[in-house]
T-cell receptor
Framework: GQNIDQPTEMTATEGAIVQINCTYQ??????LFWYQQHAGEAPTFLSYNVLDGLEEKGRFSSFLSRSKGYSYLLLKELQMKDSASYLC????????????WGLGTSLAVNP | EPEVTQTPSHQVTQMGQEVILRCVPISNHLYFYWYRQILGQKVEFLVSFYNNEISEKSEIFDDQFSVERPDGSNFTLKIRSTKLEDSAMYFC?????????????FGPGTRLTVL
């Protein structure tokens, strides 16, 4: 079967670093995505990993281990505007190119 | 920068009425999707559309739902007889569908309220 799991909620302090984990199980895999979603808005793309390792993009980095079915999103120098839901999703390499979504991790950044 | 657009941004309707949600995907994209998100809950896949036909649909996408690409640009989701539980944000997304990279680009969503 296919499933994906991430923590429901996290809290962090402005200026700190936070790591949001995501684990998944699937037979077909063509990459893992992280999206950010502010309340009432659409998800916006943050990162994509298809090979093992770390992808860095400014304050955000994403890591993937395909053998462990594990990814994390690392947010540095947290800002209040980073308070949002962070969605992990993988491409199951099906013909329909569908993404399988996690429940999302709601991150609250406190002053 | 090209983007997915959706209209209307808000739709209020009475239970039992038909609604049509409209989307204009990014022009050179090949795959189109509708997702639903009930307030406070996860993003749920409804349907994917490729080559002018449905490629996959979820259990949610029952006979009350239909999709169409009536011309070269619009992609619509029709709910024939709305129910209270259809109240949600509906997101349209499109992806290039070429190569390995399959980022899905989301529209801003339509907030549907069924009274």
């Amino acid at each position: 079967g296919q499933n994906i799991d991430q923590p429901t909620e996290m809290t962090a302090t402005e200026g700190a670093i936070v790591q949001i984990n995501c684990t998944y199980q699937t037979s077909g895999f063509n990459g893992l995505f992280w999206y950010q979603q502010h309340a009432g808005e659409a998800p916006t793309f943050l990162s994509y990993n298809v090979l093992d390792g770390l992808e860095e993009k400014g304050r955000f980095s994403s890591f993937l281990s395909r053998s462990k079915g594990y990814s994390y999103l690392l947010l540095k120098e947290l800002q209040m505007k980073d308070s949002a839901s962070y969605l992990c999703a993988f491409d199951n390499a099906g013909n329909n190119r569908k993404l399988i979504w996690g429940l999302g991790t709601s991150l609250a950044v406190n002053p | 920068e090209p983007e997915v657009t959706q209209t209307p941004s808000h739709q209020v309707t009475q239970m039992g009425q038909e609604v049509i949600l409209r989307c204009v995907p990014i022009s050179n994209h090949l795959y189109f999707y509708w997702y639903r998100q009930i307030l406070g809950q996860k993003v749920e896949f409804l349907v994917s559309f490729y080559n002018n036909e449905i490629s996959e649909k979820s259990e949610i996408f029952d006979d009350q739902f239909s999709v169409e690409r009536p011309d070269g640009s619009n992609f619509t989701l029709k709910i024939r007889s709305t129910k209270l539980e259809d109240s949600a944000m509906y997101f349209c997304a499109s992806s290039p569908g070429q190569g390995n990279y399959n980022e899905q680009f989301f529209g801003p969503g339509t907030r549907l309220t069924v009274l």
